[in-house]
T-cell receptor, first 117, second 112 residues
Framework: GAVVSQHPSRVICKSGTSVKIECRSL??????MFWYRQFPKQSLMLMAT?????????EQGVEKDKFLINHASLTLSTLTVTSAHPEDSSFYIC?????????????FGSGTRLTVV | KQEVTQIPAALSVPEGENLVLNCSFT??????LQWFRQDPGKGLTSLLL?????REQTSGRLNASLDKSSGRSTLYIAASQPGDSATYLC???????????FGGGTRLMVKP
């Protein structure tokens, strides 16, 4: 149980275009979704926290106009990388508290490898 | 601000060895601690979750311990196998239960 489905797993896009990444909680309600970025051989860096029905909270140094987060329902959160550039190439992962409560720990999506050419 | 450190950063062992991965955190006021496994290019798979009131959790060949007062957790892997090769990450959840702070991970290679 407590599965987060993330799509796409890989995407290659041209510089200047936008890419949308989706994370769906399949068998529980995710009122909160965390979005991370991971560079090669490094740990996860929290980018932002999205809450259903309200604006996302961004970590310091993360451009909210570049990384648009929408959490329109209890089961879907999206991250849109706008006007992507090669430096945005990275591995993006979403996470939510299992069963909607941190007491049960966190579950992660399978990640999206973004390559901007 | 919570800081999580994992030692060693990388480890290579022959198959069959028992091994210990270490995780330390600076703020002992944690809600719980979670160990994950990450295979290259993949997401994170949860291995064990320890509540702040617990001392250890076991799952198969894995045993995780927690000493909250000293800010330490260990992940013990018994009889290691090549399939255990991956990066192991520990993460602590703050007392508000809102945020995961990750360690840098330990890259484990188990050689046949």
């Amino acid at each position: 149980g407590a599965v987060v489905s993330q799509h796409p797993s890989r995407v290659i896009c041209k510089s200047g275009t936008s890419v949308k990444i989706e994370c769906r909680s399949l068998d529980f309600q995710a009122t909160t979704m965390f979005w991370y970025r991971q560079f090669p051989k490094q740990s996860l860096m929290l980018m932002a926290t999205s809450n259903e029905g309200s604006k996302a909270t961004y970590e310091q140094g993360v451009e909210k106009d570049k990384f648009l987060i929408n959490h329109a329902s209890l089961t879907l959160s999206t991250l849109t990388v706008t006007s992507a550039h090669p430096e945005d190439s990275s591995f993006y992962i979403c996470s939510a508290p299992r069963d909607g409560t941190p007491r049960s720990g966190y579950t992660f999506g399978s990640g999206t490898r973004l390559t901007v050419v | 601000k919570q800081e999580v450190t994992q030692i060693p950063a990388a480890l290579s062992v022959p198959e069959g060895e028992n091994l210990v991965l270490n995780c330390s955190f600076t703020d002992s006021a944690i809600y719980n601690l979670q160990w994950f496994r990450q295979d290259p290019g993949k997401g994170l798979t949860s291995l064990l979750l320890i509540q702040s009131s617990q001392r250890e959790q076991t799952s198969g060949r894995l045993n995780a311990s927690l000493d909250k007062s000293s800010g330490r957790s260990t992940l013990y892997i018994a009889a290691s196998q090549p399939g255990d090769s991956a990066t192991y990450l520990c993460a602590v959840i703050d007392n508000a239960g809102n945020m995961l702070t990750f360690g840098g991970g330990t890259r484990l290679m188990v050689k046949p």
